[in-house]
Structure formats: C-alpha cells, structure tokens
C-alpha cells in the first residue's frame, strides 16, 4: 500500500468543533447542506475511487451495517472526487442503500483536509498510472485520504478516523455511534 508523505491542507477539524458547512450534490441531483442534516447524526466518509479495490470493501461493509445506522437514524454519505456516472454504475453494482455524492468545486475536500500525497512503489506506480491517475516521475500521485468524520445533531465532530483501512471500518463508525449514543442518553 503506498505510504501517505503528507496532507495537502493544513485544516485540521478538532473533535467538539463545528464541522465546515458544505454543498454536496447526490446521485439524484438533490443539493445536500450541513443544514439538511439537522436533527440527526450523519457519516461523511471521504473514499478515493469508485470501484477500486479498497473503496470497494468499505462502500460493501457500511451496507452490510447500513440497518444498524438507520435505527439511529444517522445518514451514510459517501464522497468521492468522482462523477455521478461513476457513483451510479458503483451503487448499482454494489446494492449500496446511502447516497454517493460529488464535491462539484472540491470545496468540501478542501475544508475537511482530505487530500494527500503518496509515495507509491515500484510495483504500484505502473498500476496507478495504467488507470489515468497523474504520478510524478518520482512516483507519487495525490488522491483523496481514505477519511471519515462522525458529526451530531447540531453539525459538531463526534469523531473522525484519518488514512484508514477499509477492512472493518464501517463496524468501528457504527461502534462508535452506539458508543455516542449511550454518553448522550446517561446525561
């Protein structure tokens, strides 16, 4: 797996803080706000391609636990520098229940200070680079941070997972959101 050198952001969103507002766009169109999610929880998860291996296994696992953050009445959001054609094609194909959404002004990877650089292998670089990502002749390439922020009800950071690895993430979001959950309601 390449090794993350640096954040391309210095923004660093501190657990407490209010998460920066943003404009989503979904797969139906729909505009998407900090404000809509009022009321409720919500997952932002930041994922850097669809259909790549990795970011297949975790959009696969928050469906597998979708059930679990519905009856906590948190949404799931998926966010990728991707097209909607591509979350479309990556949706259907995976039977994913939340919403895949596109940063049409890469604002909101900006804001959450999502973007990275990478050192990629020899034996990588020839793979990233077959597939269009633009690698530099020391072979490293930036991409998207596999990242995901847990905000409340009134848009604060509960938690956030940065550079993770996909492979029982979704579990480790729905644990902590129960975990959340039961702090709230003892008070």
Known sequence: MADLLKYLSEKNIEIGARVPDFLLVD?????????????????????????????TVEACEFRDVYQDFKQL???????SPDDHEAHDAFSKEHDLPFNLCVDPEKRMIDDYGVMGQYQLTEQESPG???????????????????STFLIDKDGLLMHKWMNVSPLGHAS????????????????
Do not use: H, T
Not at 73 to 79: A, E
């Open 172 to 187: 480790s979001v729905r644990d902590q959101l129960k975990k959340s959950f039961k702090f709230d309601i003892a008070f």
């Open 128 to 146: 990233f680079k077959a597939n269009g990502w633009p690698v530099d002749e020391e072979d490293r390439v930036l991409l998207l941070v596999r």
């Open 27 to 55: 797969g139906s169109g729909e505009k998407l706000r900090l404000s809509d999610l009022k009321g409720s929880p919500a997952v932002l998860y930041f994922y850097p391609k669809d259909s790549s291996s990795g970011c």
């Open 73 to 79: 009445d948190c949404p799931v959001y998926g966010i």
